[in-house]
């Protein structure tokens, strides 16, 4: 069925950006979105985003600007402060990172001096860029030593591909880093901050936890809180949190001084107060006892979508889920399968989600062995694990029929007939 449409109004003198707006939503609307890292985020925060603050310049922080005209902006960005130090129990917040990867680097300027050693996870082992990957420039400016995961076991009392904190602890005592990070953007198990704590004390380093992907969980009590055990904590916004695009730190208010310096003038100029708006949104919905609920389902979803997926043949990399995300070793699937072409097979099957890195894959970065799913998204929509587990053979179908142009328009059509019973936006007009 078709109605007017939200953007064509917006965007009366643009059609042709309206008309773009307008298939995204229709995409986003009838096709499954599996990507770990995405979410669907609320109209309220939807209408912040779009809002007039996209206007103001507010170099500086609340009280302290180098603009004039901030007394609105001053209170917006101190309710995103307050109320994520209130989310998280946190000392102190800055909210200004325009992503994650700026408020990683921001703790890093603040925190250390050019040169100094980081000990962080890899990225072939599920690491984000920003912890040292030789493409990204922190492993220009610092120097990065390495962790990542035990061995593959095939004996089912020995989980394998965990978090190696044996190495963690042997690497710390032989190099000595300033900085400890723990964090991962492709790890499907729970983290705890605590099993860094001591090893960071033994070796006198500060430990940053990026929180980028749990940050929802942890906000809505289905993982294990960080806070008040790193020094530093960073993540997105956008993730399971459910936000708008960005980033933000918290911090103990020891630290406070150096952070905010670091991200304002250290790193960004002008804050994105609209973002800002937007974020101290989330975080108001991200406290209601809704979301606690919301972030439980996630997480069994999560182990919903594993389990089918393991009795559909695919290997769990880690043996399982303990969160929103699950990564799949597709070569017991099928070996010939690699993770370029399942994710372009899937996107025309209506099923969106990325390829990725397993530990130890013999493909490069680009082709891959794995996938990467999560739940944070469709959960938001209304899945529960039935839907998951119906994805689980949707998704399995359409790899294994994948030569089969027919069988893959039959699966799409099934996804878009799942989609249309848990749609993310029902109060938005358009095609729906
Ligand atoms: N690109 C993000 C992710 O997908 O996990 C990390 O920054």
Redo the contacts with the bound molecule.
């Keep these: 069925m078709s109605s007017p449409s939200p953007f064509s109004a917006w965007l009366a003198e643009d059609p042709e950006v309206a008309g773009l707006l307008e298939d995204e939503l229709l995409r986003q609307r009838t096709t499954l979105q599996l990507?770990?890292?995405e979410n669907f985020t609320s109209p309220a925060v939807l209408a912040a985003t779009g809002s007039v603050l996209t206007n103001k310049y507010a170099e500086g922080y609340p009280g302290r600007r180098y603009y004039g005209g901030n007394q609105v902006v001053d209170e917006i960005e101190d309710l995103a402060r307050q109320r994520l130090c209130e989310l998280f129990g946190a000392e102190h917040a800055n909210v200004q990172p325009h992503s994650?990867?700026n408020a990683n680097v921001g703790v890093y300027q603040a925190l250390l001096e050019p040169g100094d050693t980081i000990l962080a996870m890899r990225l072939d082992q599920g690491g984000?860029?920003t912890h040292g990957s030789p493409a990204s420039i922190t492993s220009k400016i610092w120097h990065f030593v390495s962790y990542g995961l035990t061995p593959a076991s095939d004996d089912p009392s020995v989980p394998g591909e965990m978090i190696d904190l044996d190495q963690v602890r042997d690497l710390a005592l032989e190099h000595r880093p300033k900085l400890i990070v723990a964090g991962a953007?492709?790890y499907a198990r729970t983290i705890d901050a605590a099993d860094y704590r001591g090893i960071a004390d033994e070796v006198g380093a500060l430990l940053m936890f990026d929180l980028?992907?749990p940050a929802g969980l942890v906000a809505g009590g289905a993982h294990p809180s960080p806070v008040g055990i790193a020094d530093v904590v960073t993540f997105?916004t956008h993730?399971t949190l459910r936000g708008p695009r960005g980033g933000a730190i918290l911090s103990t208010e020891e630290l406070a001084k150096k952070i905010d310096g670091a991200i304002f003038p250290g790193l960004q100029g002008g804050p994105l107060e609209h973002a800002i708006a937007a974020k101290a949104v989330a975080f108001k919905e991200a406290m209601d006892p809704s979301f606690s609920v919301y972030a439980h389902q996630v997480v069994a979803n999560a182990a919903a979508l594993a389990t089918a997926l393991e009795a559909e043949g695919f290997r769990l990399v880690s043996g399982g889920t303990d969160n929103h995300l699950v990564l799949l070793d597709l070569r017991s699937f099928d070996a010939e399968l690699t993770g370029k072409e399942a994710q372009e097979v899937m996107d025309r099957a209506g099923i969106t989600a990325?390829r990725n890195t397993i530990p130890d894959d013999p493909r490069s970065p680009f082709v891959t062995s794995g996938l990467r799913l999560g739940t944070a998204a469709e959960t938001t929509a209304g899945m529960g694990e039935t839907q998951m587990v119906q994805i689980a053979g949707l998704l399995s179908r359409a790899l294994r029929e994948r030569g089969d142009e027919d069988a893959i328009a039959a699966v799409r059509a099934e996804v878009a007939a799942l989609c249309a019973a848990f749609d993310p936006y029902p109060t938005l007009a358009g095609e729906g």
């Design positions: 990507i770990a890292s994650g990867a984000h860029l953007t492709a980028a992907h997105t993730k990325n």
